[in-house]
């Protein structure tokens, strides 16, 4: 009964670290997020004073923290399809024991020929856990090779400096427009620029 306890309280330590670590990346991702407004502030006030150089470095950060969160997303969707797997894979493995239980049972019922077929049976299920293990192994590797390529790849669809000047000019010619116009401009470039990411 302790051993059987102390195995349900491991298993819901497990569950809490998977819970944290979740919630974890979504801070990360909701903290990057504010740190893209406040790369388009200094970007802005960059181009309000005329700091080239200032308003390039601000485009920079932008860039940075646009491909950081994207990183943020891609392991935390990796992330949470491992756990899944990892609770397939747990019920794969209560299965089995179940199954090595009741094979263990019938062959004091059934003839040494029915024990036999029950234990390919039972070699089929192992065999088909180790191919999901496998399995398990080679995408976990992808997805590292993924996380470690993420930073480097070009796909052309960089933040266009252009569109991002424009935007920057834009917003600090139209000081009389009102502040809902000016946050609807700003918040219609976010999403071309996150759409380009």
């Given amino acids: 009964m302790g051993l059987f306890r102390t195995k349900q309280q491991k298993e819901i330590q497990k569950k809490m670290l998977v819970k944290r670590t979740v919630n974890s990346m979504n801070k990360q991702i909701a903290r990057l997020e504010e740190q893209k407004k406040v790369f388009i502030d200094a970007a802005k006030r960059a181009k309000e004073k005329n700091l080239d150089a200032q308003f390039n470095l601000a485009l920079s950060g932008y860039r940075m923290t646009v491909q950081q969160q ?4 891609e392991m935390l969707l990796n992330f949470e399809i491992t756990a899944q797997m990892r609770d397939v894979t747990m019920m794969t493995t209560e299965f089995l024991k179940g199954m ?3 094979s263990k049972e019938m062959s004091k019922l059934a003839d040494a020929k029915e024990f036999e077929k029950i234990q390919a049976q039972f070699e089929e299920a192992i065999t088909a856990v180790e191919t999901q293990t496998e399995q398990i192994d080679s995408f976990m590797e992808i997805s590292q090779e993924s996380f470690a390529s993420a930073g480097k790849a070009k796909d052309g669809k ?3 400096a ?3 000047e424009k935007f920057i000019m834009e917003a600090s010619s139209s000081e009389q427009a009102s502040n809902e116009d000016i946050d609807k401009e700003i918040e219609e470039l976010k999403k071309k620029i996150d759409s380009e990411a």
């Fill in 70 to 73: 994207k990183r943020a997303q």
């Fill in 100 to 102: 090595s239980v009741i």
């Fill in 158 to 160: 960089d933040i266009n």
């Fill in 162 to 164: 252009d569109d991002f």
